[in-house]
T-cell receptor
Framework: KAGVTQTPRYLIKTRGQQVTLSCSPI?????VSWYQQTPGQGLQFLFE???????NKGNFPGRFSGRQFSNSRSEMNVSTLELGDSALYLC??????????????FGPGTRLTVL | AQTVTQSQPEMSVQEAETVTLSCTYDTSESNYYLFWYKQPPSRQMILVIR??????QNATENRFSVNFQKAAKSFSLKISDSQLGDTAMYFCALLNRDDKIIFGKGTRLHILP
């Protein structure tokens, strides 16, 4: 079974631009979560989608948004990029068990560099 | 507030030795999951082991085992017969029913030849 895939793997943008990252979950997994990983802040939860609905959101500004499609694929968008948005963005997919997220499996990440 | 604390930022051990990584957590939930994830230099986050809080038996996966002490809110990872490929950053994580994973800051583990 194929794992979680993320595209692109690397991105370089300049301040003020916007960016869209894509995540394809493991087949059969309907929940997709996004995380930001930086050396200073570690791994921080951005949001989680299930059945095309955002169920949970972390403490990030409104510049960070996402969506999920009917095939469970998800996209994450960051508008008006800032230097501090440079990070590794990880996507994780999971099954839903008893209405809650089960074990999460991660993709390889997208390395975003903002200049 | 839910927290996960890994008190060892960095550790080094010789190949074939046994090493234990520490993790403590705090949650008001009674039903939750705990995980250890490994992130090697390639950056791919890999699930090492998982423990359901309602299970008293400690989880084991080949050379990896945990010591889960629910009352003490402790969840340590033991790696036996360590190998060079075990070199990675290890993250302890807590998943509550609210579906948000909380990660610790990580322990960077070096396996020395």
């Amino acid at each position: 079974k194929a794992g979680v895939t993320q595209t692109p793997r690397y991105l370089i943008k300049t301040r003020g631009q916007q960016v869209t990252l894509s995540c394809s979950p493991i087949s059969g997994h309907r929940s997709v979560s996004w995380y930001q990983q930086t050396p200073g802040q570690g791994l921080q939860f951005l949001f989680e989608y299930f059945s095309e609905t955002q169920r949970n959101k972390g403490n990030f500004p409104g510049r960070f948004s996402g969506r999920q499609f009917s095939n469970s694929r998800s996209e994450m968008n960051v508008s008006t990029l800032e230097l501090g948005d440079s990070a590794l963005y990880l996507c994780a997919s999971s099954k839903i068990s008893g209405g809650a997220v089960d074990t999460q499996y991660f993709g390889p990440g997208t390395r975003l560099t903002v200049l | 507030a839910q927290t996960v604390t890994q008190s060892q930022p960095e550790m080094s051990v010789q190949e074939a030795e046994t090493v234990t990584l520490s993790c403590t957590y705090d949650t008001s939930e009674s039903n939750y999951y705990l995980f250890w994830y490994k992130q090697p230099p390639s950056r791919q986050m890999i699930l090492v082991i998982r423990q359901e809080a309602y299970k008293q038996q400690n989880a084991t996966e080949n050379r990896f085992s945990v010591n889960f002490q629910k009352a003490a809110k402790s969840f340590s990872l033991k790696i036996s017969d360590s190998q060079l490929g075990d070199t990675a950053m290890y993250f302890c994580a807590l998943l509550n029913r609210d579906d948000k994973i909380i990660f610790g800051k990580g322990t960077r583990l070096h396996i020395l030849p």
